[in-house]
T-cell receptor, first 111, second 116 residues
């Protein structure tokens, strides 16, 4: 199986930057996904990395290093609406489409 | 854009009863999955819903407890059988909607189940 680790909670102020790290141990890596989940709602897709490097999408960026089994999600210019749980999920080559989720990082944005 | 819907959105059930949750996608998807999210926890995969054949269950989940159907490429059901309070959870279906990178899974809104 996979071990996926991410911090439990992070707090940052509005307008700041927060970086959520995710480390994983897996065989047959086939992509890493980040989802955002607001309380009481379903997860929504944020980003996908399968090759090393940085993917930027507006205020959100995601980075992957396959050799280190490491990813991060960078949230810039934080807004109050960014307060949510951020889930790191890994897909492997022997689990076509199936996702193994980390426990999630609760981000709290304060005024 | 394509949408995944679930019914019911929530339910409160008595111990020992069963509940069937429906998942409808408004476009054909190759893969559909069912996940469970217990209170304060992350998502755990229950099973892969295979079109026209028996579902593939993850370790710790069995067909007798969570029978799944997938009669076509846009619809699936999950039944939570002989429920106990430990089954209180959010149940989510997912599908690989067109337009996503890789095999990105998109989630339905979830069914919040409370078992008394």
């Amino acid at each position: 199986g996979q071990n996926i680790d991410q911090p439990t909670e992070m707090t940052a102020t509005e307008g700041a930057i927060v970086q959520i790290n995710c480390t994983y141990q897996t065989s047959g890596f086939n992509g890493l996904f980040w989802y955002q989940q607001h309380a009481g709602e379903a997860p929504t897709f944020l980003s996908y990395n399968v090759l090393d490097g940085l993917e930027e999408k507006g205020r959100f960026s995601s980075f992957l290093s396959r050799s280190k089994g490491y990813s991060y999600l960078l949230l810039k210019e934080l807004q109050m609406k960014d307060s949510a749980s951020y889930l790191c999920a890994v897909m492997t080559t022997d689990s076509w489409g199936k996702l193994q989720f980390g426990a999630g990082t609760q981000v709290v944005v304060t005024p | 854009s394509a949408v995944i819907s679930q019914k019911p959105s929530r339910d409160i059930c008595q111990r020992g009863t069963s509940l069937t949750i429906q998942c409808q996608v408004d476009s054909q998807v190759t893969m559909m999955f069912w996940y469970r999210q217990q209170p304060g926890q992350s998502l755990t995969l229950i099973a892969t819903a295979n079109q026209g054949s028996e579902a593939t269950y993850e370790s710790g989940f069995v067909i007798d407890k969570f029978p799944i159907s997938r009669p076509n490429l846009t619809f699936s059901t999950l039944t939570v059988s002989n429920m106990s309070p430990e089954d209180s959870s959010i149940y989510l279906c997912s599908g690989d909607l067109a337009g996503g990178p890789g095999d990105t899974q998109y989630f339905g809104p979830g069914t919040r189940l409370t078992v008394l």
